[in-house]
């Protein structure tokens, strides 16, 4: 049972030394993620105190989908404050960082605004400073968004973290527990740069999944970190492997129920160097220019990749739901770069492209694991679990224009602005530089 439930007018202060770690939680809860995210915190507090790490979490709830109470101090439909301890959750107050947060108030913020977000962030590293920084995200997520905030219908958008926050909120390590954000395009936007928010270490799936068991991620770090503190890449590395051997055991001793096993199946997740992902950007783009302007390697690529219901190339959502790849396009670059060489017609250019893009992925996906559903695509820990968009034809990519380098006009479903599609573009009418003018030729949105 957890234990009794701390309350204080404000949190304790912080420490004398610095910590190791400062790690937030932001729970953009204010959805379906509601009926997991309370019990999944009880869980956490489970598995502290891990030496030199201080837990906090920003909770936005909904006042629809779950009435638990315990271990957050009652039900509530409002955004709150805590510090996460072994002894239970202490509710804190935003001070100048988050000044609408004040005892005796009730505020509703939108989770969905990246300027909540940056308020949350600043607050955790003005009171419980650190020499590392971690941000952990639990909600929903499709690729596109995450964090959904029912109450004021938004949602968080990858470039938009880029235009509210600033290289000050910069992280070491930044944690997607939601869905299907483990894709090239996002871990480029985040990688870190001078003049820019960005982050070192990501943390994400590129499938629809279930929460962490996050408990048993902290008792994994205080078992093989009792006395020094974890690098960001170590950080990340054991939350991907513990993750794995909490749906492995699942699976091994029928704790998954019949109707998820299927689902769990299909999990997979990796852990991303986003100092990399220039690198890949690079050879994805150089792969690109390759098979620019001819009809013959664009077919025997698609032949590749599938049509249909056929899918030949690793997709994050269409084995189980052959139709499901056309809506969601994210095919795996490793499996993409890999397969290359199957291609008849392929100029030295292009496979000479391939092999840089393969080592590119290999060198920034630090650890990655696919669950036993992906047996006959031959998923590669470490190197498979980063997707890229690749979509079927003119249909599908039209239900993209969230996908641009362009800024999306206020009431559009998206916010746009990749950097993914503008870095490397050709200015030349017709000529393709990246990535995202390949599929532009080829696709040609209305």
């Not at 955790?124 to 400073?129: G, I, L, S, T």
């Not at 590392?132 to 109450?151: I, K, M, Q, T």
């Not at 496979?351 to 695509?377: C, I, Q, R």
Request: aromatic fraction near 12%; glycine fraction near 10%; charge should be negative.
């Amino acid at each position: 049972m957890m234990k009794a439930l701390l309350w204080a007018a404000l949190c304790a202060p912080a420490p004398s030394e610095i910590n190791e770690w400062t790690v937030l939680f932001f729970g953009a809860a204010d959805n379906s993620s509601e009926e997991s995210f309370v019990p999944d915190m009880e869980n956490l507090m489970q598995g502290l105190p891990v030496k030199g790490l201080e837990v906090l979490a920003f909770v936005d709830r909904s006042p629809g989908y779950s009435s638990q109470a315990s271990p957050l101090g009652g039900d509530f439909a409002d955004v709150r404050l805590f510090r996460l301890t072994a002894e239970g959750a202490q509710r804190c107050f935003g001070g100048t960082q988050f000044p609408e947060l004040v005892e005796g108030k009730s505020y509703e913020a939108n989770s969905g605004d990246v300027a909540t977000l940056r308020k949350a962030l600043r607050w955790a590293k003005a009171n419980y400073p650190a020499r590392r920084y971690g941000l952990v995200f639990y909600s929903h997520g499709g690729g596109d968004a995450w964090c959904p905030d029912e109450s004021h219908d938004d949602r968080l958008y990858p470039a938009e973290l880029n235009a509210g926050l600033t290289q000050e909120d910069s992280l070491d390590l930044v944690v997607f527990d939601v869905c299907l954000m483990g894709g090239i395009e996002n871990a480029y936007q985040w990688r870190p740069r001078e003049g820019s928010f960005g982050a070192e270490i990501c943390v994400a799936t590129p499938m629809a999944g279930f929460p962490f068991p996050w408990g048993q991620i902290f008792r994994n770090l205080r078992a093989e970190h009792p006395e020094q503190a974890p690098s960001a890449a170590e950080f990340g590395q054991l939350i991907v492997r513990s993750v794995e051997e909490d749906r492995a055991q699942g699976l091994a001793q029928g704790a998954i129920p019949e109707g998820l096993r299927a689902e769990v199946e299909l999990e997979a997740m990796g852990c991303y160097d986003l100092t990399q992902a220039g690198r890949v950007k690079q050879a994805t783009d150089a792969v690109a220019r390759a098979l620019a302007g001819s009809e013959e390697l664009r077919s025997q690529l698609e032949t590749l990749r599938g049509h249909g219901q056929e899918v030949g190339l690793l997709n994050y959502m269409g084995l189980d739901k052959p139709t499901g790849w056309s809506e969601y396009p994210y095919f795996d670059l490793h499996d993409l770069a890999r397969r290359i060489p199957l291609i008849d017609s392929a100029s030295e250019e292009l496979l000479e492209a391939a092999a840089d893009l393969e080592e590119a992925v290999e060198a920034m996906v630090l650890g990655s694991f696919g669950m036993p559903g992906y047996d006959p695509y031959d998923f590669v820990p470490g190197a498979s679990g980063l997707y890229v968009v690749f979509p079927e034809g003119p249909n599908s990519w039209a239900n993209f224009r969230w996908y641009t380098g362009e800024a999306l006009p206020d009431g559009a479903p998206g916010f746009g602005r990749y950097d993914w599609c503008l870095d490397g573009a050709s200015e030349r009418p017709g000529q393709v530089g990246n990535w995202f003018q390949l599929l532009e030729s080829w696709y040609a949105r209305p």
